[in-house]
Each structure stands twice: as structure tokens, then as C-alpha cells.
T-cell receptor, first 113, second 111 residues
Framework: DTEVTQTPKHLVMGMTNKKSLKCEQHMGHRAMYWYKQKAKKPPELMFVYSYEKLSINESVPSRFSPECPNSSLLNLHLHALQPEDSALYLC????????????FGQGTRLTVV | KNQVEQSPQSLIILEGKNCTLQCNYTVSPFSNLRWYKQDTGRGPVSLTIMTFSENTKSNGRYTATLDADTKQSSLHITASQLSDSASYICVGPRGNNRLAFGKGNQVVVIP
């Protein structure tokens, strides 16, 4: 099983809403990642969790709050987003470090209205 | 400077024809290079991952090559199908637990 599962697939939220994106993998990977991708652009790294600890935060605004409840799950909590935050949010996992093969989920298409 | 450069930016090919996509990378030290296929609005799907010692790797109709001396990789698509229409992204680790992404080759296959 090389699957990374993201839910929901699509999300529309208002600027005052609170929502969460979820990501799950059962490959025993110990590194998990959140990326943001705008149309026709490469993914941009947001956060990296390594062994359930936040190891990288790419200066992401605090309206995005990551959480890693256990080694299989990764959440991204959203609050008071702006329309420019609309994008495809990708979760990925790899065995432990980024130089091992990374597997991506199918993404959550987020629209902020 | 982007450490992964891809060309051509986009191309249109007839169904059944072959095409080759190019990737030049300057990430150092080199550990591996990957090709992903990304359909519009979906997550990237891994096609191949190649290490320093591998110079050719196939996955069905996709064949990747790697020249570690010139730091060039190519992805060859054989007998293209309509479902091959996608963005093909070249990716390499660039240290500090981060990946360097190319901007992708946008391929459109027409009947």
C-alpha cells in the first residue's frame, strides 16, 4: 500500500470559518509534509514533521496550524484564511528523510470565499 | 536560482507518438532524482526514482535516463495515450530536508 489519503477532496470556506484538512498514511513513514500548490506552479513546502515532531515551518502564517497526532496522521487546521490562500493543499510522506522517496496524496482543493 | 530546470515548458503531441522531456539539475550533493506525473488538480504520482548508480529506469511506457556527469535526466514517453496529458515534474532532494521541484513539462496529447 503506497497510498496517502487526504480528506476532504474539496473544501469551500468563508474567511471566518475554522476547518481542518486531514492526511493519513499506513506505510510506516516517519516524515510527513504539507505543501501548497497554486495553479501552474510547483508545490511550495509549508511544514515538515519528522518522527511526529515539527521540524520545518517555512514561515507559514499562523492562520495555518499543523498537528501530528500520531505517526500515521497529519492535520492542517485552518482559521481566518484569506482568498489568496485558495490553492491545492498536498500532503506527502516519506520513510524518514526527504531524500527517500516521497508519496503524495491526491490533495484538497481549497477555496476561500 | 531554481536548481531544477525543465524543458520544453509545454508540448503537444499526437496520440501514439513518442516524446522526450528534459531535466537539468544542479542540486548538490546528488542523492536521487525523481519524475512525477501530475494531472490537473490532483496530487503528483511517482513514475521513477533514480540514484547515482542508475542510468535507465522504466515504468511501463515511461523510461527515465540519468547522466550524472552532465546532471541531465530525460523522461521518454512511448506510444502516447490521451491519459498521458499531464504535467511531468522533475524533483531532487536539495538538503535541509527539502525538495527542489522543476516547473514541470506540460504535455497535451491530442487524438
Amino acid at each position: 500500500d503506497t497510498e496517502v489519503t487526504q480528506t476532504p477532496k474539496h473544501l469551500v470556506m468563508g474567511m471566518t470559518n475554522k476547518k481542518s484538512l486531514k492526511c493519513e498514511q499506513h506505510m510506516g513513514h516517519r516524515a510527513m509534509y504539507w505543501y501548497k500548490q497554486k495553479a501552474k506552479k510547483p508545490p511550495e513546502l509549508m511544514f515538515v514533521y519528522s518522527y511526529e515532531k515539527l521540524s520545518i515551518n517555512e514561515s507559514v502564517p499562523s492562520r495555518f496550524s499543523p498537528e501530528c497526532p500520531n505517526s500515521s496522521l497529519l492535520n492542517l487546521h485552518l482559521h481566518a484564511l484569506q482568498p489568496e490562500d485558495s490553492a491545492l493543499y498536498l500532503c506527502a510522506s516519506s520513510q524518514d528523510r526527504v531524500d527517500t522517496e516521497a508519496f503524495f496524496g491526491q490533495g484538497t482543493r481549497l477555496t476561500v470565499v | 536560482k531554481n536548481q531544477v530546470e525543465q524543458s520544453p515548458q509545454s508540448l503537444i503531441i499526437l496520440e501514439g507518438k513518442n516524446c522526450t522531456l528534459q531535466c537539468n539539475y544542479t542540486v548538490s550533493p546528488f542523492s536521487n532524482l525523481r519524475w512525477y506525473k501530475q494531472d490537473t488538480g490532483r496530487g503528483p504520482v511517482s513514475l521513477t526514482i533514480m540514484t547515482f548508480s542508475e542510468n535507465t529506469k522504466s515504468n511501463g511506457r515511461y523510461t527515465a535516463t540519468l547522466d550524472a556527469d552532465t546532471k541531465q535526466s530525460s523522461l521518454h514517453i512511448t506510444a502516447s495515450q490521451l491519459s498521458d496529458s499531464a504535467s511531468y515534474i522533475c524533483v531532487g532532494p536539495r538538503g535541509n530536508n527539502r525538495l527542489a521541484f522543476g516547473k514541470g513539462n506540460q504535455v497535451v496529447v491530442i487524438p
